[in-house]
Structure formats: C-alpha cells, structure tokens
C-alpha cells in the first residue's frame, strides 16, 4: 500500500554560489526557506518539480523534500533539512557568519 503524501518543498543549490536555495509560487527561487511554496497535492507537486528543473542552468540537485506548515511558512521536517537552511556547520562564511555578527 502506497504511503500518503506529505507536504513538500522544493530545493536546490544555486550554480554559482553553492546557496540552498527554494522554489517559490511566483516561479521563482528564493536563499529563505519561508518564502517557499508549501505544495499538499502529489500531482501538483510533480509539475511544479518538473517547472524548477527548467531553470538548470542556475541551479542543480533540485528534489522535493518533506516539510510542515509553520507560523513564517514552511518549516523542514528532518534534520538534514535544517542542517541545509541553517548554512554551513562554521561560523567562518555564509548564512551562519551573519548571525554571528549579530
């Protein structure tokens, strides 16, 4: 029996600056995580998969993965999701050297 399907995001690395990036409702790719388009239909989800995979050549590994509705937007639902949103694991470059600043 085929397990339900559970919201997705879809995700991807930006080519040239290696960012994780989301794919939006407006068609478009967005560095937040909140900005991403919450699909709840399987089919839908499929089709919008296959409108991101149009823009290859900015972006590559795009896939769906899991996440939940949450108060700013959608949230991950496995950790190496959040790993991903959350930058890289050093404070000595991208999104978590900006917190550190702070």
């Known amino acids: 029996m085929p397990r339900p399907f559970t919201p997705k995001v879809i995700t991807a690395n930006d080519l040239l600056e290696g960012d994780v990036i989301y794919y939006t409702a407006k068609d478009s790719w967005s560095r937040s995580l909140s900005e991403a388009e919450l699909i709840t239909d399987e ?3 499929q ?3 296959l409108a991101a995979e149009r823009d290859a050549l ?6 769906l993965t899991d996440a939940k509705p949450g108060t700013d937007g959608p949230e991950p639902v496995h950790f190496r999701e959040e790993f991903r949103r959350t ?3 050093n404070y000595a470059h991208g999104k978590q050297e900006a917190l550190s600043n702070v």
């Not at 900015?58 to 896939?63: H, K, R, S, T």
């Open 43 to 45: 089919a839908e989800a």
């Open 47 to 49: 089709l919008r998969l």
């Open 58 to 63: 900015n972006v590559v590994g795009i896939y």
């Open 87 to 89: 930058g890289p694991s």
